[in-house]
């Protein structure tokens, strides 16, 4: 299967820069089809015939066609010559699995709808902050940090010592993390993840950045 891949979304979604990164990360020319699913009307009706949720992003590989970030990304590391983005070991791979959970789980509600969408893009919309929200979230997003920082302890990587899917999945959500004022505070017991994201933003920085907000 020779056939350029296309993924499908916004480049604002966390998501799809998900997907966008793994295809940095293997060298992989793509296409992206700007999809809006929140104007009126909701998800244009050809776009549910490619995710039936009316979410992004969704992806198209000559007649291979799929939905979801996790699997896609795992598609896409399987399908391309490039470097693994799989820990070649059956443990490192279930803590590879186990931080893209806790990301899809916890940390994107905490770390990007309670604290970024509230602390930046609320104000930046003209918008009231929620402070009870930002509290509580401030609190959930220790638990969230401290558990990535316990994930690998040994590793350079969220997984262990190669750059994964985690990391990559992970670091779109961070990218908008750190822009809070919470951020410097709430990274600062937990140092293997402070001198991880240190690590994945200056090796992928102005392909995490591409988003400047963030999707339902």
């Known amino acids: ?5 296309v993924v499908y979304g916004a480049a604002y979604s966390v998501y ?3 997907v966008r990164l793994t295809l940095w ?3 992989v020319p793509y296409d992206l089809v700007e999809v809006d699913v929140f104007g009126p ?4 009706a050809e776009y549910l015939s490619r995710h039936p949720f009316g979410r992004i992003p969704s992806f198209e590989h000559g007649r291979f066609k799929m939905y979801e970030t996790a699997p896609i990304c795992r598609y896409i590391d399987e399908a391309f010559e490039g470097p693994r983005l799989q820990p070649s070991t059956p443990s490192a791979r279930a803590v590879m699995g186990q931080a ?3 990301m899809d789980s916890y940390v994107y509600r905490s770390l990007v709808w309670g604290l970024y969408v509230e602390r930046i893009d609320k104000p930046g919309r003209g918008l009231t902050s929620d402070l009870g929200k930002i509290e509580a979230e401030r609190q959930r997003a220790r638990v ?3 558990a990535l920082e316990n994930l690998a302890p040994a590793g350079a990587w969220l997984a262990g010592d190669e750059l994964s899917l985690a990391d990559l999945h992970a670091a779109p959500m961070f990218a908008l993390f750190m822009m809070t004022p919470d ?5 600062e017991p937990n140092e293997r993840l402070a001198a991880w994201w240190r690590r994945i933003s200056e090796r992928a920085g102005p392909t995490i950045m591409r988003q400047p907000t963030v999707s339902p």
């Open 183 to 187: 951020a410097h505070e709430l990274m």
């Open 41 to 44: 009307g909701g998800p244009p």
């Open 100 to 102: 893209v959970s806790i």
């Open 144 to 146: 969230c940090l401290s």
């Open 16 to 18: 799809v820069t998900a």
């Open 25 to 27: 990360a293997k060298e």
């Open 1 to 5: 299967m020779h056939s350029r891949p």
